[in-house]
């Protein structure tokens, strides 16, 4: 679908009325002409409408790096997975540019070899109170994978450099199963 990276969804199930799901959209003008095909992959799959039953949703600019390609997977097929997300609060003024300058060519590599990461998914938010928040989510083989990560997210974030950027502890992290959909390239 035009507009839509690939993969373009990841989804995360944190209980029964509890998700997290990422889009990554080229430019910011792609999430309504996209929404529809993602949105009849879940009703399909799961048999309801997720995106309309979502209460909180952001845009945010931010980057992906789509490491696995899921060549052997047909377009728009959805691919079970595990997934992390995690919201951090940053000190004032922190900015996408700098927040992406430390996920370099070698950074996300060794994060893949060291992690089984297959996607990530990295962005910088101001909310209304001027607060700056970084997200982080990481797609992975399985739920396990992604769990057997959690241990060593602050070991991570160390030698990448973002604890210098956090005004204090992360807001949120969830760790579990979830779902990406391959979109043609």
């Known amino acids: 679908m035009n507009g839509l990276a690939s993969p373009s969804v990841a989804f995360q199930f944190g209980g029964q009325k509890r998700s997290t799901q990422i889009v990554p959209y080229l430019t910011h003008k792609d999430p309504d002409l996209a929404k529809t095909v993602w949105d009849a992959k879940f009703q399909e799959y799961l048999g309801l409408n997720l995106i309309d ?82 997200y982080i989510s990481g797609i992975y083989q399985c739920w396990e994978a992604a769990a057997a990560v959690q241990p060593k997210v602050g070991a991570s974030l160390k030698k990448l450099g973002l604890l210098d950027m956090l005004s204090a502890l992360p807001y949120e992290r969830t760790v579990g199963a979830g779902l990406t959909i391959k979109t043609p390239r």
């Not at 997975?81 to 430390?102: Q, V």
């Open 53 to 134: 039953s979502i209460s909180q949703h952001k845009l945010v600019q931010g980057n992906v790096w789509p490491i696995a390609k899921f060549a052997y997977d047909d377009d728009y097929t959805l691919i079970p997975c595990g997934m992390s997300f995690t919201s951090y609060p940053l000190k004032a003024g922190t900015k996408l540019k700098e927040w992406r300058g430390l996920f370099t060519d070698e950074a996300i590599a060794e994060l893949s070899a060291e992690f089984g990461l297959l996607w990530l998914f990295t962005a910088v938010h101001e909310g209304p109170d001027k607060k700056v928040t970084g």
